[in-house]
């Protein structure tokens, strides 16, 4: 190949080894130029949820795209995107019946942000500010790195970066500070709104809370007239072992963002779900009151396509029995960490298995996350950690022996790098 003209995301260029080329890809592997296989353990980028290329998706699109192409969704609509809205409002949790479309995660968020504002305003009684928890991760452009956690990623930028209200990640047995901070800056009714990865903070180092916080943050929320955002980007669609994480603390918020699992991860579409009252909050003869907000790509009738195709899947396809015997197998696989001297605070939800690796610096830029990656592709194995953070969230269909060989090369990496406390 010539010289690549390519400048990739979170990537450091100067730092980097070559980048491999894909060649193909299907089920957990992406296959290379060279002939060799990759095993997808982080489904690329959490996105991934049957496996990749699944053949009643790519017909789906295929199909789609014999008629229908991009068309302007302002004063226009198509099939796929009005049957898909029909059929995210039934699997969502109860109460969100409008469906938003957008074309990336980040864009959903900031839909579902400016949503809240324009419902405060629209109603005449403007709140603005926004709450987060700490360590949250919702996105890369300016209202979602605001937010989320600031930090390296996002200090050039902070100039801009809008302030919030930050309440603490509820760590175990620490849980109630979390909940009385919350109160409190609700106390004087500013807030317009939470907003949450529901039970896994993803980016943040996949740091995992029990269901129970969330219904009581509902609980605060709903008191004080807060919305609550769920931002499902991440652990939409099984990941956390149910169709939303949400539905494990048996609530509904105001607000729900999906995008990654949305397609199966095949193609980029996201949605904002909303309740009644938030729409008809813009729902007026009074135009000043409509909701300004368009992505070129709005509800792409492919993508569209894709995405109902992949609820059939999860209609027809055991998908509920292959999340939960990976989920049994991932809280099995990090058993045998117990007791190993390298490792600490295994922990899981649903698909999603992680644990930290005792290394002499933490942190993202710790030199040892390139290590690792490097250390898992000579083994074939993608797997991207978080600085020190270990990871698997492999696509549905990852294989039993699969899982183990990244167990083994997760106990060899521990030899190979950890520090004994
Ligand atoms: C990935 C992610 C996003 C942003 O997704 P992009 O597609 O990169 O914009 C937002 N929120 C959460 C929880 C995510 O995991």
Same mark, same amino acid.
């Given at each position: 190949?010539?010289?690549?003209?390519?400048?990739?995301?979170?990537?450091?260029?100067?730092?980097?080894?070559? =980048?491999? $080329? =894909?060649?193909? +890809? $299907?089920? %957990?592997?992406?296959?290379?130029?060279? !002939?060799?296989?990759?095993? *997808?353990?982080?489904?690329?980028?959490?996105?991934?949820?049957?496996?990749?290329?699944?053949?009643?998706?790519?017909?789906?699109?295929?199909?789609? #795209?014999?008629?229908?192409?991009? =068309? =302007?969704?302002?004063?226009?609509?198509?099939?796929?995107?009005?049957?898909?809205?029909?059929?995210?409002?039934?699997?969502?949790?109860?109460?969100?019946?409008?469906?938003?479309?957008? *074309?990336?995660?980040?864009?959903?968020? $900031?839909?579902?942000?400016?949503?809240?504002?324009?419902?405060?305003?629209?109603?005449?009684?403007?709140?603005?500010?926004?709450? %987060?928890?700490?360590?949250?991760?919702? !996105?890369?452009?300016?209202? +979602?790195?605001?937010?989320?956690?600031?930090?390296?990623? @996002?200090?050039?930028?902070?100039?801009?970066?809008?302030?919030? *209200?930050?309440?603490?990640?509820?760590?175990?047995?620490?849980?109630?500070?979390?909940? *009385?901070?919350?109160? /409190?800056?609700?106390?004087?009714?500013?807030?317009?709104?939470?907003?949450?990865?529901?039970?896994?903070?993803?980016?943040?180092?996949?740091?995992?809370?029990?269901?129970?916080?969330?219904?009581?943050?509902?609980?605060?929320?709903?008191?004080?007239?807060?919305?609550?955002?769920?931002? $499902?980007?991440?652990? !939409?669609?099984?990941?956390?072992?149910?169709?939303?994480?949400?539905?494990?603390?048996?609530?509904?918020?105001?607000?729900?963002?999906?995008?990654?699992?949305?397609?199966?991860?095949?193609?980029?579409?996201?949605?904002?779900?909303?309740?009644?009252?938030?729409?008809?909050?813009?729902?007026?003869?009074?135009?000043?009151?409509?909701?300004?907000?368009?992505?070129?790509?709005?509800?792409?009738?492919? %993508?569209?396509?894709?995405?109902?195709? @992949?609820?059939?899947?999860?209609?027809?396809?055991?998908?509920?029995?292959?999340?939960?015997?990976?989920? /049994?197998?991932?809280?099995?696989?990090?058993?045998?960490?117990?007791? @190993?001297?390298?490792?600490?605070?295994?922990? #899981?939800?649903?698909?999603?298995?992680?644990?930290?690796?005792?290394?002499?610096?933490?942190?993202?830029?710790?030199?040892?996350?390139?290590?690792?990656? /490097?250390?898992?592709?000579?083994?074939?194995?993608?797997?991207?950690?978080?600085? @020190?953070?270990?990871?698997?969230?492999?696509?549905?269909?990852?294989?039993?022996?699969?899982?183990?060989?990244?167990?083994?090369?997760?106990?060899?990496?521990?030899?190979?790098?950890?520090?004994?406390?």
């Amino acid at each position: 190949m010539s010289q690549s003209q390519v400048w990739h995301p979170f990537t450091q260029h100067a730092l980097e080894p070559a =980048i491999p $080329e =894909i060649v193909r +890809t $299907e089920g %957990a592997y992406l296959h290379k130029a060279d !002939g060799t296989r990759i095993l *997808d353990a982080i489904s690329s980028w959490w996105v991934v949820t049957h496996g990749h290329r699944h053949p009643r998706i790519i017909k789906a699109i295929e199909t789609t #795209a014999a008629s229908l192409d991009q =068309i =302007i969704f302002a004063g226009f609509t198509h099939e796929p995107a009005e049957r898909l809205a029909r059929a995210l409002v039934g699997l969502a949790p109860p109460g969100l019946d409008w469906v938003f479309y957008s *074309d990336s995660c980040s864009t959903c968020v $900031e839909v579902a942000l400016k949503m809240a504002l324009g419902y405060f305003r629209n109603i005449g009684a403007p709140r603005s500010r926004i709450v %987060a928890m700490e360590h949250s991760y919702h !996105g890369d452009t300016i209202g +979602t790195m605001s937010v989320g956690a600031r930090g390296v990623f @996002n200090a050039a930028y902070e100039p801009l970066l809008f302030e919030v *209200d930050t309440i603490p990640f509820p760590a175990a047995r620490r849980e109630q500070e979390t909940l *009385d901070r919350f109160e /409190a800056v609700t106390r004087d009714r500013h807030a317009a709104a939470l907003i949450v990865e529901p039970l896994v903070l993803g980016a943040g180092g996949m740091l995992m809370y029990p269901a129970w916080v969330l219904t009581e943050l509902k609980k605060i929320a709903e008191a004080s007239g807060t919305l609550l955002i769920a931002d $499902e980007v991440m652990t !939409g669609w099984g990941r956390t072992g149910t169709m939303f994480a949400c539905e494990q603390a048996s609530i509904s918020p105001d607000i729900l963002c999906t995008s990654k699992g949305l397609t199966g991860g095949v193609v980029p579409l996201a949605a904002t779900l909303a309740t009644d009252a938030i729409f008809h909050a813009h729902y007026s003869e009074d135009r000043k009151k409509t909701f300004f907000h368009s992505s070129s790509y709005t509800a792409n009738p492919m %993508a569209c396509a894709a995405a109902l195709a @992949n609820v059939e899947i999860w209609h027809d396809e055991p998908v509920a029995e292959r999340v939960a015997a990976l989920s /049994a197998r991932q809280a099995a696989g990090l058993r045998r960490f117990g007791d @190993n001297p390298y490792f600490a605070d295994s922990r #899981a939800t649903g698909t999603i298995a992680a644990l930290d690796l005792r290394t002499g610096s933490a942190g993202y830029l710790a030199e040892i996350g390139p290590k690792l990656r /490097a250390f898992f592709l000579e083994r074939g194995l993608l797997v991207r950690p978080l600085g @020190n953070v270990l990871y698997l969230l492999p696509p549905y269909c990852i294989t039993d022996d699969e899982l183990d060989g990244l167990y083994d090369a997760m106990e060899e990496a521990g030899e190979r790098f950890g520090a004994r406390p």
